[in-house]
């Protein structure tokens, strides 16, 4: 099954940027369509962006467009959440998930989601 790890959270302070990554232990993410989603302390889950399984296409959520880019590398082995100009308003918990379905149109539906990763928290804030 597959599994997804989280990393690069912390607190920084407004203005500044963040990279997320987020991997599978002993697995390439090709086979996936793989989202951001966060959860701030009191709120709802939010879909932030995702990248298609096939064509490497990209969405953004409105909160974090311009802001927000999502990339991978070549063997696709990582997903990256570069976050520029955070905001306080960006704090939260971030997860990477996937799923088996999309294939050039990603989705930041999460009941589209297969596999979650545990999360990892960013803190915004002076």
């Known amino acids: 099954q597959l599994q997804l790890v989280e990393s690069g959270g912390g607190l920084v302070q407004p203005g500044y940027s963040l990279t997320l990554s987020c991997a599978a232990s002993?697995?390439?993410?090709?086979?996936?369509?793989i989202a951001w989603f966060r959860q701030a302390p009191g709120k709802e889950r939010e879909g932030v962006s995702c990248?298609?399984?096939?064509?490497?296409?990209?969405y953004y959520a409105d909160s974090v467009k311009a802001r927000f880019t999502i990339y991978t590398n070549n063997r696709k082995s990582t997903v990256y959440l570069q976050m520029n100009d955070l905001k306080p308003e960006d704090t939260a918990v971030y997860y990477c998930?996937?799923?088996?379905?999309?294939?050039?149109?990603?989705?930041?539906?999460?009941?589209?989601?297969?596999?979650w990763g545990k999360g990892t928290l960013v803190t915004v804030s002076s």
């Open positions: 998930a996937g799923d088996t379905r999309s294939l050039r149109n990603c989705t930041i539906r999460d009941s589209a989601m297969d596999y």
């Open positions: 002993g697995f390439t993410l090709d086979s996936y369509g």
């Open positions: 990248i298609s399984r096939i064509g490497n296409n990209d």
